[in-house]
């Protein structure tokens, strides 16, 4: 009766897989799907169209600066103290950014914080009817910009050519006058995002002290901007000269460094089972050997700095190498902690 005893013993353990399947669902958090994380910040260029992506993550907040500094000085009616605030947040608050997707425009980028450093982020209510949002503790300095995005969003533009230009150099603009709160006077909601809203949403980071459900185990919001794991430097090789539309800044009167968006590395981040992470893609036309590693000012650099990114992970990795017949561009691969590619 060897047999039977088999066929029990396989019951028995089918019974149990089901059982522990059983308990992991019972286990887990009805809020598992409602955050979404993002391991870049980015914009559409192309409005509702989202085949052109501008990666912003390590330059929106200069992005932010430049264009609010050209609102203030059209004559907006802007609270002119939000950039002195938000400087002071970044060094020592609660400072967060989240990108809000439409399902026809594009997208935009919230930026939100305190000058409490303990500010505090959770859900509120039921999973039907409730959500998640960030606070500030009474007595301190909050600010959240809500409509901050690519002019082609919508096809908001950058004002008439007779008005003055209100974009950044890249097409950045901010649409509507921030919330901006020098001293608050009870606690006060920085962002609330209802969980019937929670799948438009993807957060880059938020530095707040966040409390999760018991049993929770979806996805956890990065503390700090991710470590870019995945590096794309090197020259026309890489950036994709000659095969256009470039990315926008990256095809202009001084800005000549022509990334592409049909690029090699921009084709491995979009391949989500490469699970690449946060990216960062530097390559530009006519860089050498000396300007990818030191930066410089002129032809070679465009005034973009060293191309090894300030966000590279160190993380051990495999460096991907891709050379090429550029004049002045030599190999200096070897070891490398975020993965590479030149």
């Given amino acids: 009766m060897k047999w039977l005893r088999c066929l029990l013993a396989l019951a028995l353990m089918l019974i149990g897989v089901q059982l522990v399947a059983a308990n992991s669902s019972y286990a887990a958090s009805d809020y598992d799907d409602l955050l979404q994380t993002s391991p870049s910040l980015y914009v559409y260029t192309d409005g509702g169209a989202k085949s052109h992506k ?72 039921d999973v039907v009817n409730g959500g998640f949002g960030c606070m500030a503790h009474t007595g301190y300095s909050a600010v959240h910009v809500e409509y901050f995005t690519h002019s082609s969003f919508g096809g908001n533009g950058c004002g008439y050519w007779w008005q003055p230009q209100t974009c950044s150099d890249n097409g950045m603009n901010v649409y509507t006058a921030p919330m901006v709160v020098t001293e608050t006077t009870q606690p006060t909601s920085l962002v609330w995002v209802p969980n019937s809203q929670a799948s438009n949403i993807k957060y880059y980071f938020a530095d707040f002290d966040t409390t999760y459900p018991t049993g929770y185990d979806g996805e956890i919001i990065p503390t700090q901007p991710p470590n870019a794991t995945y590096v794309a430097m090197g020259d026309s090789f890489s950036s994709g000269e000659g095969n256009p539309p470039f990315e926008a800044g990256t095809a202009a009167s001084l800005n000549d460094c022509h990334r592409s968006y049909t ?40 005034d973009e700095g060293p191309q090894p990114h300030d966000r590279a992970s160190h993380q051990p990795g495999v460096p991907h190498i891709r050379r090429g017949a550029a004049p002045g561009f030599h190999d200096r691969s070897g070891s490398a902690d975020a993965r590479v590619i030149c």
């Fill in 54 to 125: 501008m990666d912003i993550s390590s330059s929106w907040l200069d992005e932010l600066d430049q264009t609010y500094n050209r609102r203030l000085a059209a004559g907006s009616g802007f609270p002119s103290n939000l950039m002195s605030e938000l400087y002071d947040i970044k060094s020592s608050g609660s400072l967060g950014v989240l990108m809000r997707e439409d399902p026809s425009w594009g997208n935009t980028v919230e930026v939100f914080g305190t000058s409490d450093p303990n500010g505090y982020c959770g859900f509120v209510g």
């Fill in 263 to 302: 690029a090699y590395p921009r084709l491995l981040q979009s391949d989500v089972s490469l699970h690449l992470g946060a990216t960062a893609f530097t390559a530009c036309s006519g860089a050498t050997t000396t300007t990818v590693l030191n930066g410089g000012s002129g032809h070679a650099t465009r």
